[in-house]
């Protein structure tokens, strides 16, 4: 199993960036996907996850409104469109994919079983 993100980059504040997260190896629709993010000296952070069966999403209060989680299972993609982007959006985001994700769990790290490598997200204000 590989997941493989891509789109970090270095924007202004109120800029956008796009990340993607490539699948491989399992059934992508099988997973529920989510994003992280982890700053220095902070603890990993949930952002945004999707259940590919339903197509449902959700958000960290923090990003509520700006960021957008969506997917293509034909491609094995994930997708993070972010928007409106602050300064303390600045992390190494990470995408992951869980086989027993619930409503209970879906913010912590423990219930995911693939993590890709990371791309970093830097804005400057």
């Known amino acids: 199993v590989q997941l493989v993100e891509s789109g970090g980059d270095s924007v202004q504040a109120g800029g956008s960036l796009r990340l993607s997260c490539v699948g491989s190896?399992?059934?992508?629709?099988?997973?529920?996907m989510g994003w992280f993010r982890q700053a220095p000296g902070n603890e990993r952070e949930w952002v945004a996850g999707?259940?590919?069966?339903?197509?449902?999403?959700f958000y960290a209060d923090s990003v509520k409104g700006r960021f957008t989680i969506s997917q293509d299972n034909a491609k094995n993609t994930l997708y993070l469109q972010m928007n409106s982007l602050k300064p303390e959006d600045t992390a190494m985001y990470y995408c992951a994919a869980g086989a027993w994700v619930t409503l209970a769990t879906i913010l912590n790290d423990k219930s995911y079983n693939y993590w890709g490598q990371g791309t970093q997200v830097t804005v400057s204000s």
């Open positions: 999707i259940w590919p069966a339903t197509g449902r999403t």
């Open positions: 190896g399992y059934t992508f629709s099988s997973y529920s």
